[in-house]
């Protein structure tokens, strides 16, 4: 039996492209499964599940803005967000992520350490100590910023609305004279970091609470940073006091509160 070339040849060439097109339908139905079973976007962070975590003990905006820094540093496939109206924090990733989070928080959020801070003000004579004058306040270790005032508001007078008045119209304006403390700590695993100004002032002269057109006010100021050990006084500067031989020494003390 004699083959016939041209038809044998169509034949293969049928074959072959059969070939092919199954080929190709093959490789698109793989590619399709596996899109399927592994989607481009299978990110965790995009797919995974989610959970809320409230901050119970953390409620500076600062000092949660420094958990989620920790937390996407750490977490670099997760996404993390902190609802700022809820103090909490909203974490979408794989379980592993979610897990992590949740062991961090529970390092990370607990509440700050409470210090009393006791301030000493001692007149001195030379060596000699003639009194102490000490006031106290709680500061916590998170870096905010206690006040405490003593003392009293004193007019002075700093204009007339009417010069044809007896006095009446004077326009009067307060200021605060006596003692003000300001303090802020911030604790690590080396040391308690205090940053304080200690300020007093007063009117120079004797009649302080008389309306003076212009008073000279006295003022002393302490401002500055040291390390504090806790249980140990430490000195934060002597004042020489104003027309006499004495000089003031300030110094402070902490103590853990809880």
């Known amino acids: 039996m004699k083959l016939n070339p041209v038809r044998t040849g169509r034949r293969v060439m049928l074959s072959v492209l059969s070939l092919i097109v199954l080929m190709l339908t093959l490789s698109a139905l ?3 499964a596996s899109a399927q079973a592994h989607p481009a976007d299978s990110n965790p962070a995009d797919t995974g599940p989610y959970q809320i975590f409230h901050l119970t003990n953390v409620t500076e905006t600062r000092d949660a803005r ?3 820094t920790d937390l996407r540093n750490m977490l670099p ?30 390092d990370l959020d607990r ?14 004579d030379g060596d000699k ?4 004058q000490r006031v106290s306040i709680l500061v916590p270790d998170s870096g905010e910023r206690t006040t405490l005032k003593q003392g009293s508001k004193v007019p002075i007078v700093t204009g007339v609305l009417d ?24 604790s690590s695993t080396a040391a308690l970091h205090l940053q304080t100004k200690v300020e007093q002032s007063s009117v120079e002269d004797a009649q302080a609470g008389a309306h003076i057109p212009d008073p ?27 027309g006499s031989t004495h000089r003031e020494e300030v110094s402070v003390v902490s103590e853990l509160v809880h």
């Open 77 to 106: 496939m997760a996404k993390v967000y902190y609802v700022e109206s809820q103090n909490a924090i909203s974490i979408r990733g794989s379980a592993e992520d979610i897990e992590a989070a949740q062991k961090m928080l529970a």
């Open 216 to 242: 000279t006010i006295r003022q002393t100021v302490i401002d500055g940073t040291t390390a504090l050990t806790p249980g140990k006084p430490l000195i934060l500067g002597s004042l020489d006091m104003p």
């Open 163 to 186: 010069t044809n008045s007896s006095g009446q119209n004077s326009q009067v304006q307060y200021i605060d004279l006596g003692l003000a403390i300001e303090a802020s700590l911030n």
């Open 111 to 124: 509440p700050h350490k409470i210090y009393r801070l006791t301030y000493s003000l001692t007149e001195m």
């Open 66 to 68: 420094d958990l989620i």
């Open 30 to 32: 793989t590619q399709r």
């Open 129 to 132: 100590s003639l009194g102490t």
